[in-house]
């Protein structure tokens, strides 16, 4: 419906109401009226009746209409207001326009009313929208002033030359300065000199668009920090489109950039790192992964990104165990532990994991992160570790029993030798005697056995060509083996020059050949090879710490049936054996075992059941030049004895007993005493002072050693044979003396120690 005009009259007289309402009518305008006469009635309509225009006569009775114009005025200025009137002077018209009339008409003139309502109208609605808009721009401008000085970003006005018209709170606080110190002054006080240039640049750029959009440059503070920011700009124009000044703002990154830096730091950091870190989505789905994870897994970095993290299942572990890693993480605990997992290319490997959720702000996990690391190496070297702890304490117990087994071999051979010595020819004790002397002598070599496993055996270690060796075990070699086995040895052209026993090494081979033996029961082909090999492959896989360099390599290659990996695994162990009860000691490879040890090598053992098996013996590499051709263990086939004083020095009663017994029948004048102090009276006591020592090593109060150094002070031309049965403690003095003492191993027999003093004697 059509909004209707209120129209309030102020008018005594009916007859012009009526005029007035018939005028207004004609024009066919939609109105209601109310007319009023008295000051009072005229307020209270403007209140309550709130007239859309206000028609009054100037002359009232009580009233008039230029008092009415003040009170419309005051209480409804906004509302039009037109003198409708019988007569008026020029004067009061003026007077009526400047207090505020629209317009005045005279009743004479009827015709003239309605087009000044609609001017007076028209004239309001303009104004109204005048002053909306007035208000509204205002108000704009109020909101860009409180924008402007609260705002967080950087905010300043720029004249066209770049001198700076206003800076806001943030601005002026960032920077340091108070305002009146920065208004006026050039931009260019306000950034950085490597941004200048760049600034030269934009500014360029802004006056010809009008704008700049996230620009990157540095400012400086007062007090000569940098700090990056991002600059927007825009121009503000007059109604001729002239350029008046620019708005400026900067959003200050310096935090995001620290944060970037720190980031780029971290990422690089993962990046670089040795463990390889995996980061999924909440269902195990890869999100990322470090180059790590490539080097270790085999995949492609884009190959894992969007798969799920069973493509490293190996199947080594159980549903539950899964199943206890994810309720873990699940709860938001950290799951740490390891696993055995499979690369792209099948071959599994075993790691050390961390695996954690990460939480948002919410407490919500948005991701899992695993931090991984290869062990695999590790938990080798962890076995070898282990390995190695069994058999040397295997090795101590060995040398331990060697030491009280070999005293009493000592006197169980000496014993038979001088029993032996007692009987005529044909006597039928002499067999007897002889089994007796076969067996001491098959427990010595057992002990033996037990020495050289345990590397403490005392040797004679000498530059052997290792071509030299094989050439020269070839025929005994042959002979052993007999006609099934066809044997080959494929010497290095050059000299293969290493350190070693020579007995020793002949022993390494024998046994070697004889484990070839044994693994083909019915025929089959045996190898020797010497060579020249580098300490990679193989050897490093199994000792990876081990140095790298040439070194000479021996391998015993036989085609027979071959050893399973349990079984591999076991070889070295002392007493471990495959044969049944009563064909084998189990002493035979680790012997071996303990000899290349001992020698400062490394041996490897490869095999599969039905492909045969190959032993790779690795030996340092000696600098020296071998010897012609082997030495050969002197035996002495005329025992000498003589007449020179002898002290005898052993805690074991038996040994002392039989010595005293043996050599005194060879001649000797022989003194005996059980421990050193003991030996060091008797040596003050005796008038003529002994010529040759024969101690113990090991003597329950000083060692052999010391004992010869204090008696060799009061005789500097007293020699000196050392005895030993094998302890720890024994083979240490052994190698204080540099190896080059005249040193007899327990059990000997009198052929060896009568030979040995005589030889010592006549040096």
């Given amino acids: 419906m059509e909004k209707k005009l209120r129209i309030l009259m102020l008018e005594d007289a009916p007859a012009d109401s009526e005029l007035i309402v018939h005028e207004v009518r004609k024009a066919g305008i939609p109105f209601i009226s109310k007319r009023v006469e008295t000051r009072e009635d005229f307020l209270r309509e403007l209140d309550e009746f709130a007239p859309d225009i206000i028609l009054s006569d100037y002359r009232l009775p009580s009233f008039d209409g230029l008092s009415a114009l003040y009170l419309k005025n005051e209480h409804a200025p906004t509302t039009p207001f037109i003198i409708v009137t019988g007569s008026i002077n020029e004067e009061v018209a003026v007077e009526c326009i400047k207090a505020g009339s629209d317009d005045y008409v ?32 205002r108000e704009s401008e109020e909101r860009f002033r409180e924008f402007f000085e609260n705002a967080p970003l950087y905010c300043y006005m720029i004249s066209t030359n770049g001198l700076i018209l206003n800076a806001n709170s943030s601005a002026l606080e960032a920077l340091g300065y108070m305002k009146d110190e920065l208004i006026g002054k050039p931009l260019k006080t306000i950034y950085a000199p490597e941004s200048l240039p760049k600034m030269k640049q934009l500014f360029s750029i802004w006056k010809k668009d009008g704008n700049l959009k996230g620009e990157e440059i540095v400012i ?39 944060a970037e830096a720190r980031m780029h730091i971290l990422l690089a950091a993962i990046e670089q790192a040795s463990e390889a870190v995996i980061m999924t ?39 539950e165990f899964y199943k206890n890693l994810w309720d873990t993480i699940k709860n938001e605990g950290v799951w740490k532990g390891r696993f055995v997992n499979k690369k792209k290319d099948g071959t599994l490997y075993e790691e050390n994991a961390t695996i954690f959720p990460v939480i948002d702000p919410d407490g919500k996990i948005v991701n899992f992160t695993k931090i991984g690391r290869d062990v695999t190496e590790e938990v080798k070297l962890e076995k070898q570790f282990l390995q190695s702890q069994k058999m040397e304490a295997i090795g101590r117990l060995a040398g331990g029993i060697a030491h009280d087994f070999n005293n009493l071999l000592t006197g169980i051979t000496v014993s038979a030798e001088m029993a032996k010595a007692e009987l005529r020819h044909g006597d039928p004790m002499l067999e007897y005697i002889k089994d007796i002397s076969e067996t001491s002598r098959r427990a010595a070599d057992l002990v033996a056995q037990l020495l050289a496993f345990s590397r403490k055996q005392i040797t004679s270690p000498v530059i052997i060509d290792l071509n030299e060796a094989i050439r020269s075990m070839d025929r005994v070699i042959r002979r052993v083996i007999g006609e099934g086995i066809e044997f080959t040895s494929i010497l290095h052209p050059k000299v293969l020059p290493i350190k070693i026993d020579a007995g020793q090494l002949d022993q390494i081979i024998m046994n070697l050949v004889v484990n070839a033996l044994d693994a083909m029961p019915r025929g089959g082909k045996l190898t020797i090879k010497a060579g020249i090999a580098d300490m990679e492959g193989d050897i490093k896989r199994v000792y990876p710490l081990i140095e790298p360099g040439q070194c000479v390599i021996l391998e015993f290659m036989d085609n027979g049936i071959g050893i399973d990996k349990e079984t591999l695994s076991q070889i070295f162990e002392p007493f471990f054996s495959t044969k049944d009860t009563g064909k084998g000691t189990g002493l035979g490879l680790s012997t071996v075992y303990g000899i290349v040890k001992q020698a400062c090598g490394h041996i490897v053992a490869q095999s599969e059941p039905g492909k045969g098996t190959t032993f790779k013996l690795y030996f340092p590499l000696s600098s020296g030049k071998p010897k012609s051709g082997q030495e050969e263990s002197r035996q002495t086939s005329l025992v000498l004895g003589g007449d020179e004083p002898i002290i005898i020095v052993d805690d074991e009663k038996v040994i002392r007993k039989l010595l005293r017994k043996a050599l005194t029948r060879a001649g000797y004048k022989v003194h005996c005493a059980s421990n050193g102090e003991e030996a060091q009276i008797l040596f003050k006591s005796l008038r003529e002072r002994p010529t040759l020592l024969i101690t113990d090593m090991v003597l329950p109060d000083m060692s052999g050693v010391e004992l010869a150094l204090n008696l060799q002070e009061r005789t500097p031309d007293l020699r000196t044979v050392f005895i030993s049965g094998y302890a720890k403690e024994a083979y240490d003095h052994y190698i204080q003396l540099d190896r080059h003492a005249d040193f007899i191993a327990k059990p000997f027999n009198m052929s060896q120690i009568l030979g040995k003093i005589r030889e010592v004697l006549d040096r």
């Fill in 281 to 319: 989505a909440p269902d195990g789905t890869i999100q990322y992964v470090n180059t790590a994870f490539e080097k270790i897994t085999g995949y492609p970095r884009q190959e894992a990104m969007g798969k799920n993290t069973n493509i490293l299942k190996s199947g080594k572990q159980e549903t």
């Fill in 106 to 137: 005279l009743k004479e003139n009827l015709i003239r009313l309605c087009p000044a309502v609609k001017k007076a109208l028209d004239n309001k609605q303009n104004k109204e929208k005048k002053e909306q808009a007035e208000k509204a721009l």
């Fill in 220 to 258: 400086i503070t007062k007090k000569g920090e940098r700090r990056a920011v991002l600059l927007s700009a825009s121009t503000v124009k007059n109604k001729d489109e002239e350029i008046m000044h620019s708005i400026t703002l900067q959003i200050d990154i310096t935090e995001r950039k620290r």
